[in-house]
Every structure is written in C-alpha cells, then in structure tokens.
C-alpha cells in the first residue's frame, strides 16, 4: 500500500520570496515520485520527477525537490516566487513503473502569491 | 511535444442523458487513464485501458463505462447521467516503459 500527505492544503507567500510545499510519502516498494501542477481550470501539467536517479530533482520554472528517503519526504522549493506560480500543485506517487494501479495522489496545495 | 486532447472543455446535460468524454493522444502511447477531480477528494481513478480494447476498473467505476477501439481514442461513457456526476473530468496517458502520465486540458461536466 502507498499514500502521500501534502502537509498543507494552502500556502500563501509574497511574490520575490521563497517558496516550499511540503510532501511525505509512504510505499511499501522503491517509489517514483512527482509533482505536478494545475492552474484553474486546466488539466495538470508535469513539474518534476524522480525515479531513483539523483535526489535532487530539477523541474521546469525554476521548481526543484528533493527526495529523502530517511524521512519520507519530497518537498517542493523554489527560491523566488512569481505571480504566476499561483495554482494548486499535487505530489504524487507511483510504486512501480509500469504498474497503472498504483499512482497515488494527494489532496493537492493551494500556493497563493500575494504582489 | 505531448498532446492530450479532450472533446470538450465545458458541458452541460440534463439528468437521464447518455454523455459522451472523448481523450485522444498522439503519442503511441498504450495506457489511458480517465479521472474525476472534486474540491477536497482530489483525483480518481474512474477506468484505465492498457492497450487497445483492454480496460480496467479504478477506484469508482459505478455509473460509467469506457471505450477503446483504436490506440489514440479513450472514451468515458455515463450511461444515465446524474447530478452527483457533476465534475472535472481529466483524461491522461502514459508510455507502458515509463510512468509519467500527461493530463488533457480536462472537461467541466454540469449536470442538472
């Protein structure tokens, strides 16, 4: 079994500083992880991904995560937010490649970005 | 680049009518998905199709059906709409060697 918690449903920052949208996961296999993105009303589109490779993940927009597996967790960075980062973003995780059932996502983070 | 198309991006039906959702991709791609998005319950996985012809039910699968005859077309069928079907539908697809899904633009549907 696998689940993710976004630990935050809404995350409001000013434009110009920081942002971070917390993630843990929890799989019973080697997961791939991923995070998307979705403004109103389009679909989700792919930010970043990781599948074993390097733990640090760089995504498109200046995004990134990195993956620890200590702690369970794949946080969402990025090191100055634009007014046009504001959408819900979801962390998603998948047990084994190949394996269509096991895509699980989260409840999804508000990222308000205030001028 | 990707592209995932869907038929419509709003719609509105009576309660009773057969609906229609149609997801085409142009990437050879063997696997579609169709989900449900709802404020507070997130994504849900309604059917999924590895290959042509085949599918598979997901995680609330009453009250619909798929469709698929050709590789690049995955249809979602309500066969007797209800007001609890209103909903963002999003369709995706996924290369069997990978498991990155690409989401469509997704359909608004509205049931009255």
């Known amino acids: 079994a696998q689940s993710v918690t976004q630990l935050d449903s809404h995350v409001s920052v000013s434009e110009g500083t920081p942002v971070l949208l917390r993630c843990n996961y929890s799989?019973?296999?080697?997961?791939?992880l991923f995070w998307y993105v979705q403004h109103p009303n389009k679909g989700l589109q792919l930010l970043l991904k990781?599948?074993?490779?390097?733990?640090l993940v760089k995504g498109i927009n200046g995004f990134e995560a990195e993956f620890k597996k200590s702690e369970t967790s794949f946080h969402l960075t990025k090191p100055s937010a634009h007014m046009s980062d504001a959408a819900e973003y979801f962390c998603v995780v998948s047990a084994a490649s190949g394996s269509a059932r096991q895509l699980t996502f989260g409840s999804g983070t508000q990222l308000t970005v205030l001028p | 680049d990707v592209k995932v198309t869907q038929s419509s991006r709003y719609l509105v039906k009576r309660t009773g009518e057969k609906v229609f959702l149609e997801c085409v991709q142009d990437?050879?791609?063997?696997?579609m998905f169709w989900y449900r998005q709802d404020p507070g319950l997130g994504l849900r996985l309604i059917y999924f199709?590895?290959?042509?012809?085949?599918?598979e039910k997901g995680d609330i699968p009453e009250g619909y059906s798929v469709s698929r005859e050709k590789k690049e077309r995955f249809s979602l069928i309500l066969e007797s709409a209800s007001t609890n079907q209103t909903s963002m539908y999003l369709c995706?697809?996924?290369?069997?060697?990978?498991?990155?899904?690409?989401f469509g633009p997704g359909t608004r549907l509205t049931v009255l």
């Open positions: 799989s019973s296999y080697s997961p791939s």
């Open positions: 995706a697809s996924r290369s069997a060697k990978t498991d990155t899904q690409y």
């Open positions: 990781y599948t074993s490779a390097a733990t």
């Open positions: 990437m050879d791609h063997e696997n």
């Open positions: 199709s590895y290959d042509v012809k085949m599918k």
